[in-house]
């Protein structure tokens, strides 16, 4: 029971299928709420920050493998920002979710932003690390749920039809591009 409790926690309410691709991120988050939990001084606030920061780094390295995009076809590895918008503009593709990309991009950079501040933040309080651990969960939450959206292929919607029957496939074994594409069943979009 006990361990069936911890790997409950690790998955921050994903479901096993949200959180097969990602379990380094998982367990580096849970790490950063179990320091935030024993933490005291500043410095440990700090460190709570770096902890946030590995497991942002660690998240786009492991969307990245879901994609097939490497350090040699993507952003350099602690180009978190380079790899947030490489996974936005790829993932969530067209006007339909445009705000959906927005916010991700938005809402990443701030918390990048804000981990990066709590690392070096020489007066940390339990508050600062606390803020910046929910916000990194947030962001790491949503772009997990984004790439499980994106392999499956449901609930977007056609860019050119508006049709949600969307199929996935992978795609050829061209290193330079993303593992898996979407395709419109309807009127054949992305064929």
Request: proline content about 3%.
């Amino acid at each position: 029971m006990a361990i069936a409790n911890y790997r409950d926690g690790i998955k921050f309410g994903l479901s096993d299928a949200e959180a097969i691709h990602f379990p380094e991120t998982l367990r580096r988050l849970h790490q950063a709420r179990e320091a935030l939990d024993q933490s005291a001084e500043a410095e440990d606030y700090q460190a709570v920050g770096m902890r946030c920061r590995e497991a942002l780094l660690t998240l786009v390295r492991e969307c990245g493998k879901v994609g097939r995009v490497t350090e040699e076809t993507g952003p350099k590895l602690a180009d978190f920002l380079g790899w947030l918008e490489l996974i936005g503009n790829e993932s969530l593709r067209g006007p339909r979710v445009e705000r959906l990309r927005g916010y991700l991009k938005t809402a990443g950079r701030g918390t990048w932003e804000l981990v990066q501040w709590l690392t070096h933040a020489r007066a940390a309080t339990s508050f600062d690390a606390e803020i910046g651990l929910d916000a990194t969960i947030n962001v790491a939450l949503i772009m997990i749920k984004v790439m499980n959206q994106w392999i499956t292929g449901k609930g977007w919607g056609c860019p050119a039809c508006g049709s949600y029957q969307l199929g996935v496939r992978p795609r050829n074994n061209d290193p330079e591009e993303w593992k898996y594409e979407v395709y419109c069943e309807v009127c054949e979009w992305g064929k």
